[in-house]
């Protein structure tokens, strides 16, 4: 297996962006489909975002566009840009593989296999 490492988080006024990357040593991001969770204090883990192998995007309501995913399989990243951010927006972000996700079964956790340890995220005046 392979370790997943979220970077780019942070302190961030309403209405600001933050552009979150998630990088993977031990295996590839190619052909794999990567999603975009959140948890804050207030909520449970909730869905943000992903794309499936094939490059399709599925997005919860509260992050169509606002926020987009995209990946670099030169530098095995993929990214999560986040802009018009609001304070319901604080949370802690995962990255997460699904190598089986079609795009239906992007917002389901349980399809996914290996997960990494967070970036902060605080929005915040």
């Known amino acids: 297996q392979g370790q997943l490492v979220e970077s780019g988080g942070g302190f961030v006024q309403p209405g600001g962006s933050l552009r979150l990357s998630c990088t993977a040593s031990g295996r590839t991001f190619r052909n794999t489909g990567v999603g975009w969770f959140r948890r804050s204090p207030a909520k449970e883990r909730e869905f943000v975002g992903g794309?499936?192998?094939?490059?399709?995007?599925n997005y919860a309501s509260s992050a169509k566009g606002r926020f987009t995913i995209a990946r670099d399989n030169a530098r095995n990243t993929v990214s999560l840009q986040l802009t018009s951010l609001t304070p319901e927006d604080t949370g802690v972000y995962y990255c997460?593989?699904?190598?089986?996700?079609?795009?239906?079964?992007?917002?389901?956790?349980?399809?996914?296999?290996?997960w990494g340890l967070g970036t902060q995220v605080t929005v915040s005046s």
């Open positions: 794309m499936n192998g094939s490059g399709s995007t």
């Open positions: 997460a593989t699904c190598p089986r996700c079609i795009w239906s079964s992007l917002p389901q956790a349980r399809n996914y296999d290996e």
